[in-house]
C-alpha cells in the first residue's frame, strides 16, 4: 500500500537502515587454476569499524552518512530531523521504513515522533526479523560485495573514500542521486568522517 501511494506521488517513501564495514575485506567467492588459492594480504591492524545509515527511495536518491563506530541516536535523530524538515518545506507526507533497532525506539527518539509526525514525517516499522523487506538490505550487500569485495584499506580514511565512491558507483547503476551528510560533532558523540 505504501509503495503504491508512492508510485502515484501521495507520499514521498524511504528506506532507513544502517551497516558496517571494516579495513579488511572478506574474501569473495572466485575461480583459480588447479592448484591456486586466492589469497588477501591484510593490514597490520584491523581498525575500527566505519558505519553509515542511509536513507534510501529508488530511482529517486540515497542520503547517507558516515560515521566511525557504530551508528548513535545523536546522529539517527540528526538524519530524521533533516528529513522531517525537508518533508515539511515541500509540503509533502513522508514515510521512513525501518527496522526496530534500539536507537529508533529509544526514549529520546520516541519522544520526538510527535514532533516529526506534525512536519509530515512518519515511521513505518517493519516486524521483527524481516530485514528481507527493506530495499536498502540489497543496496548494502551491493555495496560489500560488488563494490568493495576483497580490498584491503590501510586505514579508517581510505576506507571511507572507498565506500563513498561505492556509493556513487551504485547511484550510477542505479540511476539515483546521492547526498552525504556530515554530521555535527557538537551533537553527534561519534567521530565523523569527511
Known amino acids: 500500500m505504501l509503495e503504491l501511494a508512492a508510485a502515484t506521488g501521495e507520499i514521498d517513501l524511504k528506506y532507513l537502515d544502517e551497516s558496517g ?3 579488511w575485506s572478506d574474501p569473495s567467492y572466485t575461480y583459480y ?3 591456486e588459492q586466492k589469497r588477501l594480504e591484510q593490514t597490520q591492524r584491523r581498525g575500527r569499524r566505519l558505519s553509515i545509515i542511509g536513507f534510501f527511495q529508488p530511482l529517486i536518491s540515497f542520503v547517507y ?3 566511525i563506530g557504530g551508528v548513535g541516536r545523536k ?5 530524521m530531523e533533516q528529513e522531517a524538515e525537508e518533508a515539511e518545506a515541500v509540503g509533502r507526507i513522508r514515510v521512513i521504513v525501518q527496522d526496530n533497532g534500539p536507537i529508533h525506539r529509544c526514549k529520546e527518539v520516541q519522544q520526538l515522533w510527535s514532533k516529526w509526525e506534525s512536519q509530515g514525517l512518519h515511521i513505518f516499522f517493519l516486524p521483527k526479523y524481516c530485514s528481507e523487506m527493506n530495499p536498502i538490505e540489497l543496496e548494502w550487500q551491493h555495496l560489500k560485495k560488488d563494490e568493495l569485495a576483497g580490498q584491503m584499506f590501510d586505514d579508517e580514511l581510505e576506507l571511507a573514500y572507498a565506500v563513498i565512491h561505492g556509493v556513487e558507483v551504485r547511484a550510477e547503476k542505479g540511476n539515483y542521486s546521492t547526498q552525504r ?3 555535527d560533532s557538537k551533537k553527534a558523540t561519534q567521530h565523523f568522517v569527511t
Open 75 to 79: 546522529s539517527y535523530i540528526q538524519m
Open 33 to 35: 587454476q588447479r592448484g
Open 65 to 67: 552518512g558516515l560515521v
Open 21 to 23: 564495514f571494516c579495513v
Open 181 to 183: 551528510t556530515k554530521f
